[in-house]
């Protein structure tokens, strides 16, 4: 598996922005194909958006299309979300995960990290 820690959380105004960065230890991280999920209370972990081991391609939940962009830094062993426009729906706990194979998909996730907070304010 590989060690994954997120950061960049916060709280921030409806129509701002924040970046979360996930930093990567452990298992080769340029092989990895590499997602956030978020979950909000009560609520079921939900798929944001993925990004293979390239970079080259990336996948995204609708609710999240044209707002957020995933991206990899394969030197620096990182990946990030960048959040634009943000909501108060997107408020929620955002978890970094890798996976070795398989598709830009929400499943089979085999590492995680602990999760960073996201508080979006009307």
């Known amino acids: 598996q590989v060690q994954l820690v997120e950061s960049g959380g916060g709280l921030v105004q409806a129509g701002g922005s924040l970046r979360l960065s996930c930093a990567a230890s452990?298992?080769?991280?340029?092989?990895?194909?590499m997602a956030w999920f978020r979950q909000n209370l009560g609520k079921e972990r939900e798929f944001v958006a993925a990004i293979s081991w390239t970079g080259v391609m990336t996948n995204y939940a609708n609710s999240v299309k044209r707002r957020f962009t995933i991206s990899r830094d394969n030197a620096k062993n990182m990946v990030y979300l960048q959040m634009n426009s943000l909501k108060p729906e997107d408020t929620a706990v955002y978890y970094c995960a890798a996976k070795p194979r398989g598709t830009l998909d929400a499943a089979a996730y085999d590492s995680w990290g602990p999760g960073t907070q996201v508080t979006v304010s009307s």
């Open positions: 452990g298992r080769t991280f340029s092989t990895l194909i």
